[in-house]
């Protein structure tokens, strides 16, 4: 790495430190060139990959202001072109071709929502020709993907936010709020959870009876991924697959990494082990249906060390509840999306003597001895911890954080700002944890990873 890139990242390592109340650093403020759009003007924008996410993703953005028009799509399969039409009118226009949308010039802002094999490609693609740029998480397919990425947004001069989504909601900021207040006293612990039990939940999705390499362009997808024969379930249920996805870690890990970073103000851990198995969902499918990751983060000025413990279980028969639980030494948050539950509780500063205490085995003189000395040093009033207490938060039922995070973008766009929520450094941070979970699940190794420098560490 050349000095002038180690001191850019180090400007923005400072910067990304400093939270503001409802977002992360703007760490390019520095670009002049942003243009404003006019407060009359639609902001016209496309979606590129128009599977479930894809139509998700272009509902919220319409929801999340009237200033969002949606003016075109692009996807590689003639039946989703057909659905767009039918669902959001017969004027989008529609093309197997994402290169067509990059080359209007009446179009400001695109949506990736492809298989993750394809984010660095299209974002960058798209960067360089001039589009503001949303794209789904995580923001690569490799971890040496990521700089490269935050090179071309960095020169382009354009707002890039990353989708997920969750950090956008009420419960997110609560949390955040509370923490940043010290209400849990020393974070030392967090542990996350997303875990399913159906088969569209572990990626089953339906294959449509006309898929053919007539209906759909097999090799566009395949990409740079290895060239196989056709295979609609690959095309379909292209998270199964390491080719295309990021298996669970990349899917629902993002998240829960993304969440804690928001939360905590951490850059990321600088150690990483997983365990796993493909334990239920023998379909042909090569990455695990159960993951457990264990990350280590380290100290810093706005946090202590803590370690963070994520699970994904596909077979999952029990009880499921999906939440994080952020623990410190005078309580813990745990929430989910829509609510919240602060405990409180906090140590007496006398430890206290007797019961299952060593204490019991000391002759009585001595039990007289350790009994005057401690009331020596301990006053009735350390001896009482203060009353444990709970504060419940709901976040309103308007609330609506898939909205708000397109909202965020959208508003970014219309003040020429660069303080999205979820920038390409802030996702990136998220994104490498989660692709060194699979790598130290698939070599079977600690993965050692450098927050600061946002690169991994010599053996």
Wanted: proline share 4%.
């Amino acid at each position: 790495m050349n000095p002038n890139r180690r001191n850019f990242l180090r400007n923005v390592t400072a910067a990304s430190a400093l939270l503001a109340t409802e977002s992360i650093a703007k760490p390019f403020n520095i670009i002049k060139d942003l243009k404003k759009i006019s407060p009359n003007d639609k902001i016209r924008f496309a979606t590129i990959g128009m599977g479930i996410q894809g139509h998700s993703d272009t509902k919220a953005a319409l929801r999340s202001t009237p200033d969002a028009e949606f003016v075109a799509a692009a996807d590689l399969y003639d039946g989703r072109l057909t659905r767009v039409k039918e669902v959001f009118g017969k004027d989008v226009f529609t093309t197997r071709d994402y290169r067509q949308i990059l080359e209007r010039k009446d179009i400001d802002a695109v949506l990736i929502v492809t298989p993750d094999h394809w984010h660095d490609h299209i974002t960058k693609a798209s960067l360089q020709a001039g589009k503001h740029v949303y794209c789904e998480k995580p923001m690569v397919h490799h971890i040496n993907e990521g700089h490269s990425v935050i090179d071309a947004w960095k020169k382009s001069g354009k707002i890039m936010q990353v989708g997920s989504q969750r950090i956008s909601s009420a419960s997110f900021k609560e949390a955040k709020r509370l923490f940043q207040a010290g209400e849990i006293g020393d974070i030392n612990y967090v542990e996350s959870n997303n875990d399913r039990f159906n088969s569209i939940g572990a990626w089953n999705y339906s294959v449509p009876t006309d898929a053919s390499l007539t209906t759909l362009d097999w090799d566009t997808f395949l990409g740079d991924a290895p060239k196989v024969p056709f295979d609609a379930k690959r095309f379909f249920r292209w998270r199964n697959y390491r080719d295309y996805g990021t298996g669970v870690a990349g899917d629902l890990f993002v998240h829960l990494i993304t969440g804690v970073h928001f939360v905590t103000g951490s850059m990321g851990p600088e150690r990483i082990l997983s365990s796993g198995e493909l334990s239920y969902w023998k379909d042909g499918r090569d990455v695990p249906d159960v993951l457990v990751s264990i990350l280590d983060y380290p100290k810093t000025d706005i946090h202590s060390n803590f370690q963070m413990v994520l699970r994904v279980n596909f077979a999952n028969a029990g009880a499921i509840a999906n939440n994080t639980r952020l623990i410190g030494t005078e309580g813990q948050i745990e929430f989910t999306e829509n609510n919240l539950i602060l405990t409180k509780k906090k140590l007496p500063k006398a430890p206290g003597f007797g019961g299952y205490d060593s204490y019991n085995t000391f002759a009585e003189s001595e039990q007289k001895e350790f009994k005057k000395q401690y009331d020596a040093q301990y006053p009735d009033d350390t001896r009482k911890a203060e009353p444990a207490k709970e504060v419940k938060f709901e976040a309103p039922k308007a609330d609506d954080a898939h909205a708000n995070h397109f909202r965020d973008f959208f508003d970014n766009i219309k003040k020429g700002s660069l303080g999205v929520v979820e920038d390409p450094i802030f996702a990136f941070r998220a994104a490498a944890p989660v692709l060194a979970c699979n790598e130290s699940y698939f070599s079977q190794k600690i993965i050692k990873w450098d927050p600061v420098e946002m690169k991994l560490k010599k053996k």
